[in-house]
Nanobody, 116 residues
């Protein structure tokens, strides 16, 4: 079983930056596309960024394009999300996982709260 542990969230002022980390243990995670998702109360989980496990090509949701950067370190089995120029609307719990089925069991996520 693959386990995912997200970290790096916190309380941050609008306009500043955070870097999130997703550490994956076990085998089989590095397949197809890997992504960062976020979720706020009352809404479905939203994919904000993805990266190809092979090749490293990236894509972003329009809401974060130009501000967020997804990257990976295969040696550490870790995916990162660099978040710059944070806005109040970025406040959410952030999760990592594969993009598309089969998903690995979701981790606990990491809370990002942006204030202005």
């Amino acid at each position: 079983q693959v386990q995912l542990v997200e970290s790096g969230g916190g309380l941050v002022q609008a306009g500043r930056s955070l870097r999130l980390s997703c550490a994956a243990s076990g085998s089989g995670f590095w397949f197809n596309f890997l992504g960062w998702y976020r979720q706020v109360p009352g809404k479905s989980r939203e994919l904000v960024a993805r990266i190809a496990a092979s090749g490293g090509g990236t894509e972003y949701a329009d809401s974060v394009k130009g501000r967020f950067t997804i990257s990976r370190d295969s040696a550490k089995n870790t995916v990162y999300l660099q978040m710059n120029s944070l806005k109040r609307e970025d406040t959410a719990v952030y999760y990592c996982n594969r993009v598309g089925s089969p998903y690995v069991s979701w981790g606990q996520g990491t809370q990002v709260t942006v204030f202005s």
